[in-house]
């Protein structure tokens, strides 16, 4: 079997770190799928890349059956099968909203250049570097024709992983006994993490999460406004934002798209809106997705009640994203 090529972009950063020990050892793509791993990072960076290549070597991995690093674009994206878009401009003091939207732009309209012109037709694409769900857009966008847009996907797992956890510590289960969360829309503080549509596992029975919980209040605020936060509050008891629970979101963001989702689960997926909802097609928005692992298709759930509570958050964060791909379609013309 010849091995997939995967790219990660920013493998120098702190999420690249956590990362590839995950792709390069079997845990993303399995076992039994050799993987060749191409590292991406800024000139700056080469030193510490090529300390990532060494150490990724004395594992000594079976399944790794290659490893390089690289500082060009075209080098990188050649006939990649996977890529996780992890580097991005980070906002530095003083910078205002503008001027890191325009820098990322930049970055994502020349990676989704080259993701047209070197990278396969088929490739996968999941953007972790922020804004995450505006950076995919721009990709995408600028490898249209080549590479189809619903190949293209934005990061909300970590923030899906996180409602799971706070669901079950509130309900005195494992995060195994819970499923079916939803994280709504923009990887940004105004997301809406829907516990209505999970299911919780208790003494054995399956229920609804929110008479799991007993707790209509928490559910329809604390547990909102903790998992929107969390972030921030990792960075202050940290010094630093969330890398490991990251690197393993993304990587089950992408386990699931190759493998498919359970049977009679879902995931969150930012991916380009088909209208579904009432979110305008090809915002790309998080919704709950199952996938068919042997198309490697995703499809976004249909058929969910929304109340007027989830209404009016939905478009909240609707709104937020369509004026940031309005800003950032503007900064493309700059
Ligand atoms: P780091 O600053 O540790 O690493 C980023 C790396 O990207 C650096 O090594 C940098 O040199 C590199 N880079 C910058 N521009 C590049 C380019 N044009 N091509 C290739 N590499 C480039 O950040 P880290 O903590 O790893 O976070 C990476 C990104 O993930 C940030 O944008 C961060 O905001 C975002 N996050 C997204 C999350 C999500 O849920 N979607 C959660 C975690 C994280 O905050």
């Known amino acids: 079997m010849a091995p997939l090529r995967v790219l990660v972009t920013g493998a120098a950063g702190q999420i690249g770190y956590s990362i590839v020990i995950r792709i390069a050892d079997g845990t993303v793509f399995g076992k039994d799928t050799p993987v060749h791993l191409v ?18 070597q004395d594992c000594a991995l079976p399944t790794l059956h290659g490893v390089e690093a690289v500082t060009e674009e075209k080098a990188a994206f050649k006939d990649i099968d996977y890529a996780f878009l992890v580097g991005a401009m980070p906002r530095r003091e003083g910078m205002e909203r503008k001027d890191l939207l325009a820098a990322n732009v930049r970055i994502f309209k020349s990676q989704g250049k080259a993701l047209a ?39 909300t797992r970590l923030d899906h ?47 609804d999460a929110y008479t799991a919980v ?13 998992v929107q936060k969390r972030g921030g509050v990792i960075i202050e008891k940290r010094k630093l934002s969330s890398a490991m629970s990251a690197a393993k979101a993304a990587c089950d963001h992408i386990h699931d798209w190759h493998f498919g989702t359970q049977p009679g689960q ?11 909802y009432g979110i305008p097609e090809g915002l790309i928005f998080s919704f709950p997705v199952t996938i068919d692992g042997n198309t490697k298709e995703w499809k976004i759930v249909q058929g969910l009640s929304l109340d007027d509570f989830a209404k009016q958050k939905i478009a909240v964060t609707t709104k937020e994203l369509e004026e940031e ?10």
């Open 266 to 276: 879902h995931v969150s997926m930012a991916v380009p809106s088909d209208g579904s």
């Open 117 to 155: 012109e070197y990278a396969k037709p088929s490739t996968k694409v999941i953007v972790v570097g922020n804004p995450a769900n505006t950076n995919a857009f721009i990709a995408a966008k600028y490898a249209a024709g080549k590479v189809p847009a619903r190949n293209f996907s934005a990061m």
């Open 39 to 56: 590292l991406l990072d800024i000139p700056q960076c080469a030193n510490v890349l090529e300390g990532v290549v060494f150490e990724l």
């Open 161 to 207: 992983n996180r409602a799971l956890a706070q669901v079950a510590l509130k309900a005195g289960v494992t995060v195994g006994d819970v499923k079916n969360v939803i994280i709504w829309g923009n990887h940004s503080s105004t997301q809406f993490p829907d516990a209505r549509h999970a299911q919780v596992t208790k003494g054995g029975n399956s229920v």
């Open 325 to 334: 791909r309005d800003d950032a379609l503007k900064a493309c013309d700059e």
């Open 214 to 226: 007993g707790d209509d209040a928490f559910l329809q605020g604390d547990f909102i406004s903790t």
